[in-house]
């Protein structure tokens, strides 16, 4: 039984470890350990493309998260009080976001956003003197974001609402009993209590936005995230840079993996 | 301020996001396959089911998808089975955590990167060439529906394991011991104890595993290479490719259909087994 459970890990790990092998080749081929260097590494910051790319995944992935985290904790929060079949709707869509395949999630967001800009553009340009300068509307940054935090602020609710669910009444009861508004018990008791959920949220919705290509190839229009560069690099041939940005990737997310289960984990644990 | 007006606010914000990013590409998306293709790409509004008379001319990738999607979760379940078990049941706690820490992890690191590993592992220079040294030749592994199975099992057995290993954390190891002390033979303890005991952590985790899988991309279009492809590298093609918005639109609803259907009469089927399970504990 340990035999096979080491087998398992191998199977799990030997992929990773290929890659992060292969990464460290000084050759030009992206399969071939030709001794060791550091200098895809090099090549790999100093890509002005690869840059770019980490820039918006980022960005994308700071600005999903924090909307997520908050609009999230507000509606874990707001459900608490609401029943009936109004919470069971709410519930239903919450499921349906995060268990619906990404792909759907990508092509309906393209296909429905395109038709409403396609609405817009022409609309608000009818107010402008020039047509030509009117802002428009286009697939890119916002849109990705929109999509990435509607997926995340699902994830959220999920966790928030986890810890939530375990906090005592009697808390905010006491609380109010002593004569607390509610918003000073919200900010005093229950917040501080499930800030560790909050946290924990924000991290997974960071990484998974990070990591996403899927929504991101529908949705990001014509800017490129790393997923997205890897990907296309995938296509073209895979380089020992491409070997190197993916440890990268993966050592990043490991990181923030870490943290977030030492916050949910340091949270977890009964205070008195 | 009233109680009810303040719940109403709060969930306002997230419920509006939810009804715009998720509600509203849905109903386009089911008012879509109704629809007629433009003759430059795109959408005209339409009502036929000529969208969906016109499936079967994806049936492969259906095909490929209905095949490989469950044979894909069952392998997923008997490797991650065993491996849940004996975190769950032989390891101390001491390890425990760590160990079941180390599953989630690739879970969590990007899907894409630890899929095009298999590039080299399954490619002439991985497996193949391992196998040539002991005089098996000609092994072709890459780009085969073997590559794409090895590519799914590898991508979601961490997500099998995880529900299976707490419902297996949940049972009362002094039921086994009871059992054992009753005179039991091992396999007859796992066969009316265990098992039974660890179906919601299959349910769950076959589930999951089988929705993701659906709906996969990614890995057929690295370890498929353009021959064994799914429904989701269809729609890549319909909606990026031939911008058939309307066809894709149908494609992309069979899909949701078919997981829908699935997912409703596995459910069934589970409720079913719960409920033989406490008749039986009346008894």
């Known amino acids: ?272 | 301020m009233t109680q009810r007006l303040r719940n109403w606010l709060l969930v306002a914000p997230a419920a509006a996001w939810l009804i715009v990013m998720l509600v509203l590409p849905l109903s386009v998306v089911f008012v879509f396959s109704f629809g007629e293709r433009a003759p430059s790409g795109g959408y005209v509004p339409a009502f036929t089911f000529e969208q969906y008379a016109n499936l079967p001319a994806r049936f492969t990738a259906f095909k490929n998808t209905l095949i490989l999607a469950p044979l894909g979760t069952i392998m997923a379940l008997l490797i991650a089975y065993p491996l849940a078990y004996q975190l769950a049941v032989r390891t101390s706690q001491r390890w425990k955590t760590l160990l079941l820490v180390l599953v989630i992890v690739p879970f969590w690191t990007s899907i894409l990167i630890r899929s095009y590993a298999w590039i080299f592992l399954l490619g002439g220079g991985g497996i193949p060439a391992l196998l040539a040294s002991l005089g098996i030749e000609d092994v072709r592994l890459i780009y085969t529906p073997f590559a794409v199975l090895v590519g799914i099992v590898y991508g979601y057995l961490p997500l099998m394991v995880f529900p299976i290993y707490v419902s297996l954390e949940r049972l009362d190891k002094r039921l086994l011991e009871a059992s054992a002390d009753l005179g039991a033979h091992p396999a007859t303890t796992f066969l009316t104890v265990t098992l039974p005991m660890s179906i919601s952590g299959i349910a769950t985790g076959c589930m999951l595993v089988f929705i993701l899988l659906m709906g996969e991309f990614l890995i057929p279009a690295l370890l498929g290479g353009g021959k064994v492809f799914f429904v989701g590298n269809a729609l890549v093609d319909l909606f990026l490719q031939s911008r058939n918005w309307a066809f894709g639109s149908a494609v992309a609803m069979m899909l949701i259909i078919i997981m829908l259907v699935t997912v409703t009469l596995y459910m069934r089927l589970i409720s079913r087994l719960n409920v033989q399970r406490d008749d039986a504990q009346l008894m």
Not at chain 1, 163 to 184: H, I, M, N, V, W
């Open chain 1, 1 to 272: 039984m340990r035999l096979y459970a080491f087998c398992v890990y191998v199977f799990l790990y030997t992929p990773i470890a290929i890659i992060a092998l292969f990464s460290f080749s000084a050759g030009r081929s992206a399969s071939q350990l030709e001794g060791f260097s550091v200098k895809w590494y090099g090549r790999a910051v100093n890509n002005p493309f690869v840059m770019d790319a980490l820039g918006n995944s980022i960005f994308v992935a700071f600005v999903s998260a924090t909307l997520a985290s908050i609009l999230g904790t507000l509606m874990a929060v707001g459900l608490q009080g609401i029943r009936g079949p109004v919470r069971a709707f709410f519930d239903a869509l919450i499921y349906i976001a995060v268990m619906i395949p990404g792909i759907v999630i990508g092509i309906a967001t393209l296909i429905a956003l395109v038709t409403v800009f396609d609405v817009v553009n022409p609309w608000v340009a009818s107010f402008w003197a020039d047509a030509a300068a009117a802002p428009k509307l286009s697939m890119g940054m916002g849109s990705l974001i929109a999509a990435h935090t509607m997926f995340t602020l699902a994830l959220v609710v999920i966790i928030v609402r986890a810890r939530l669910s375990s906090l005592e009444a009697a808390l905010s009861e006491a609380s109010a009993d002593l004569y607390a508004t509610p918003f000073g018990t919200f900010r005093q008791i229950t917040l501080p209590l499930i800030a560790p959920a909050i946290l924990a949220g924000f991290l997974l919705s960071f990484t998974f936005s990070f990591d996403d290509f899927i929504i991101a190839f529908f949705v990001a229009g014509s800017e490129t995230t790393l997923p997205i560069y890897i990907f296309s690099s995938i296509r073209r041939g895979i380089t020992p840079e491409v070997n190197a940005i993916g440890t990268m990737v993966m050592v990043a997310s490991l990181i923030l993996l870490i943290i977030a289960q030492l916050i949910l984990r340091g949270g977890a644990k009964p205070k008195r």
